[in-house]
Structures are given as C-alpha cells and as structure tokens.
C-alpha cells in the first residue's frame, strides 16, 4: 500500500476514535424560559444562586423555568447539573431556582436485529425541572 492510500485510512480511523470518545462524555443541555409578564431582574452571580428542593417560606416571585436534560451512562457530576441550574437561574436575576421534577426517563428509541427478531432498545436520560424565583 503506498502512503497516499494509507492517509485516507488514517484519518478515517482517527475520526471514528475521536467520535467514540466523545460519545461517551457525559452530557446537559439547558433550556431556560422567562415567564410573561413578571418583572425582570439584572442578573445575579450563579455562586449566590440556591438549589434547593422545596418551595421556600421567605417572600418571592417566579421568574422562569429551566428544564436540563442530561445523559445517564456516564452521568455528570451532581455539581455540574447544579451549576449548570445556578447559571441560568442567574442568568434571568434569580436567587434560587426550585427544583420540581428529577427523574431518568426513556428519551430515546432505536430497533436492532435482524428484521425476523428485531427488539425496541430505549436509550434513557435525566430530566430535570427547575423553577427560577426571586426574593423580595
């Protein structure tokens, strides 16, 4: 085989690693949407930004929602999910952001097999639903 033949095979080989390998990170994609019709707030520092699990006593309002999806095999690091809520939640001047919904879910499907005996595989995933609010 001479070199030119060889390159294209290489490069080839290097892309399908690099694809694999990135493949298995772990993932969070954030989506974040203000409500109508509230108040809007300079953003905060996401380091003064609270996570917390129950609606809080003190006074406030409701500035948005974000809702994450992450990927479960590998997950990420509970600290990367919250901060990843801890910037967008300050992103819309929240001072905490209340986290409502946290379950692995099915999120994804594909068949596989031979048409005779092909069989549903369910890829799952992490939802997650926060709601951003802001103390008066």
């Known amino acids: 085989m001479s ?3 060889g390159l294209p095979f290489l490069q080839a080989l ?5 694809l694999l390998t990135l493949g ?3 993932s969070i994609n954030a989506q974040s949407t ?3 019709g509230v108040a809007h707030f300079a953003p905060t520092l996401p380091e003064t930004v609270q ?3 129950t609606e809080p006593t003190r006074a ?4 948005g929602e974000v809702v994450l ?4 095999e590998p997950p990420p690091p509970v600290t990367e999910i919250e901060q990843k809520l801890r910037t967008e939640a300050a992103a819309m001047g929240g001072d905490a952001v209340v ?3 946290d379950q692995i879910q099915p999120v994804a499907a594909y068949v596989s097999g031979p048409l005779w005996d092909r069989d549903i595989q369910t890829i799952q995933g992490r939802k997650l639903k926060g709601i951003v609010i802001h103390y008066q």
């Open 24 to 26: 298995g990170c772990a």
């Open 99 to 101: 986290v409502v919904y």
């Open 14 to 18: 290097a892309l399908c690693a690099a």
């Open 60 to 63: 406030h309002i409701r500035l």
């Open 34 to 36: 203000e409500y109508v």
């Open 69 to 72: 999806d992450s990927s479960v």
């Open 51 to 53: 996570v917390l699990r």
């Open 3 to 5: 070199t030119g033949q």
